[in-house]
């Protein structure tokens, strides 16, 4: 009975590889360098940028191989910055719009360049500011957060929910600065909303690109290490590019990048 042994043969197939998963690369091109705190760039087109300071627009000309300052329009504000202050730069039909906290500025290139401000807090997307903090709200979240992307938001305690209040698995090394961008390896309209996040880590700067799935977030990309902390980051007017605003903590300037994301296999 016990020396009794019987040896079964079953057929069994090798299975399939699983394909490699697509990577993101992230490429990194300095705009601007200043002493003073940038908080967002717009690029017109290719001869002509503005850039967002705490108090005033400046816009700036290709002058040969550098930019050049063509103007400045001082902004006039009903009250002052929070601290560590922030804002917002869209391009609009006949100019552009500059939301900071507590006011939102009307701007335009012709016939002089100026911008006119008013209080109050002008939406964009689904975000607004609160007046006299750097923190944003929205209709479809009742807590502040720092900045949203692709559904998801980082919150002022600390943690990254999407509108439901779930909290997103994997993102416990995101930072404040978040931004919802287009999948570069899926073409066309079927793109995927992918998020590029900095750094929660006081030890090191960077950014890196995640996928959400399924309240899953997983990284995409290599991390691209950054020169100081991220002090602002914002879609741009391209779906696959991100503008960056980094501290350097080596020169002491603030510097203005773009980020374009590309397909890596």
Known sequence: MGDNRQIAMLPWNLPA??????????TRKVLWT???PILDILLVNPDSELV???DQLVSYGVDGDK???????SLLLPRPVPRDPR???????DGFRAYLPGATCEGSFQPQFKAVCVPG???????????????????SIKAPFYSTGAGFFAMADGHIQDRAGRLLAGSESWGSDIAGLADPCV???TAAAIVIASSASVERD???VFETASGQASPISDAVPLPGPVTALWPSGSEREATLVVHNLQTGEYEASRLVLACSQ
């Not at 590889?17 to 992230?26: F, T």
């Not at 930019?67 to 329009?73: G, H, I, V």
């Not at 804002?87 to 039909?93: C, H, I, M, V, W």
């Not at 964009?124 to 944003?136: I, K, P, Q, S």
Request: no cysteine; net charge positive; charged share 20%.
């Open 17 to 26: 590889s699983v394909p490699a998963k697509s990577r993101v690369a992230i």
């Open 34 to 36: 200043q002493p003073g």
């Open 52 to 54: 967002l300071s705490a």
């Open 67 to 73: 930019w050049s300052p063509a103007a400045t329009a």
């Open 87 to 93: 804002g917002r730069l869209s391009a609009t039909a």
């Open 121 to 139: 807090n002008t939406n964009w997307a689904e975000a607004r500011w609160v007046t006299d903090r750097n923190w944003l709200e929205s209709d």
């Open 187 to 189: 073409p066309g309209a």
């Open 206 to 208: 960077e950014v890196r």
